[in-house]
């Protein structure tokens, strides 16, 4: 299903794309869900009963990953370590922008994403308050350099949230480097925030980092749905 566009829009380098429900009232208050990387088809479950929005940054390198690191690749570009930048970007400019054009059910904000994006949206727990309700990361990319060991010594800011955590048993299977223990390093950061937060829900599935994407979607789109009580 290809959801429709209803705005578009750049906001200092991270391109917005806004997916209203087919029945939109601009009356009635609607929860929202910010997708890292704005593939919103993957949300399709939940169009018609929330406000989708994609988020794509121009480097995602830089802007999805909290501190700067040397890449694990020979020949590909650094991390840029520009996360914090970017949530406050997207939390205190981005958000309240949409605020203003869409009547939104502030209780219901979920945030999160795929890969990097889910690591960036876990990373969020961990920083100043923020005006999410729900935090989400599929495939998070939490072998990223030291990311263990913060969340090992740090504390959960946001520990109210609804926090949604899958990683596959086989993600960095065919990598020599330290995405070979993506599934040991994804252990440890579902275990150190289940400890915090005991109602996070926490699933592994026997997939590999880019596969099945779209039932993985689709097993989150269903979570979702019941803990909002969407219809």
């Given at each position: 299903?290809?959801?429709?566009?209803?705005?578009?829009?750049?906001?200092?380098?991270?391109?917005?794309?806004?997916?209203?429900?087919?029945?939109?009232?601009?009356?009635?208050?609607?929860?929202?869900?910010?997708?890292?990387?704005?593939?919103?088809?993957?949300?399709?479950?939940?169009?018609?009963?929330?406000?989708?929005?994609?988020?794509?940054?121009?480097?995602?390198?830089?802007?999805?990953?909290?501190?700067?690191?040397?890449?694990?690749?020979?020949?590909?570009?650094?991390?840029?370590?520009?996360?914090?930048?970017?949530?406050?970007?997207?939390?205190?400019?981005?958000?309240?922008?949409?605020?203003?054009?869409?009547?939104?059910?502030?209780?219901?904000?979920?945030?999160?994403?795929?890969?990097?994006?889910?690591?960036?949206?876990?990373?969020?727990?961990?920083?100043?308050?923020?005006?999410?309700?729900?935090?989400?990361?599929?495939?998070?990319?939490?072998?990223?350099?030291?990311?263990?060991?913060?969340?090992?010594?740090?504390?959960?800011?946001?520990?109210?949230?609804?926090?949604?955590?899958?990683?596959?048993?086989?993600?960095?299977?065919?990598h020599s480097n330290r995405l070979s223990k993506a599934p040991i390093f994804a252990r440890e950061v579902h275990d150190?925030?289940?400890e915090k937060v005991p109602s996070t829900y926490s699933t592994f599935d026997a997939y590999g980092h880019h596969e099945?994407?779209?039932?993985?979607?689709?097993?989150?789109?269903?979570?979702?749905?019941?803990?909002?009580?969407?219809?």
């Amino acid at each position: 299903m290809t959801l429709s566009r209803n705005k578009e829009f750049n906001w200092e380098g991270i391109q917005v794309r806004v997916s209203l429900p087919s029945t939109y009232d601009s009356k009635q208050a609607y929860p929202v869900v910010l997708l890292n990387d704005g593939q919103l088809d993957y949300l399709s479950d939940l169009s018609q009963s929330v406000i989708l929005v994609g988020l794509i940054p121009e480097n995602r390198l830089d802007d999805f990953t909290p501190w700067q690191s040397k890449s694990l690749k020979e020949g590909a570009p650094d991390f840029g370590g520009k996360v914090d930048a970017y949530h406050q970007k997207l939390f205190q400019e981005i958000l309240a922008t949409l605020q203003k054009d869409y009547l939104i059910d502030e209780s219901r904000i979920a945030y999160g994403g795929y890969s990097l994006g889910g690591l960036a949206a876990v990373y969020s727990l961990y920083s100043s308050h923020l005006p999410v309700t729900c935090i989400f990361s599929i495939c998070g990319s939490f072998w990223y350099p030291d990311f263990t060991e913060f969340c090992r010594e740090h504390d959960l800011i946001q520990s109210q949230s609804l926090i949604y955590l899958q990683n596959g048993l086989t993600e960095g299977s065919n990598h020599s480097n330290r995405l070979s223990k993506a599934p040991i390093f994804a252990r440890e950061v579902h275990d150190l925030i289940s400890e915090k937060v005991p109602s996070t829900y926490s699933t592994f599935d026997a997939y590999g980092h880019h596969e099945a994407l779209e039932q993985r979607y689709h097993h989150f789109c269903d979570w979702l749905r019941e803990e909002w009580k969407l219809t």
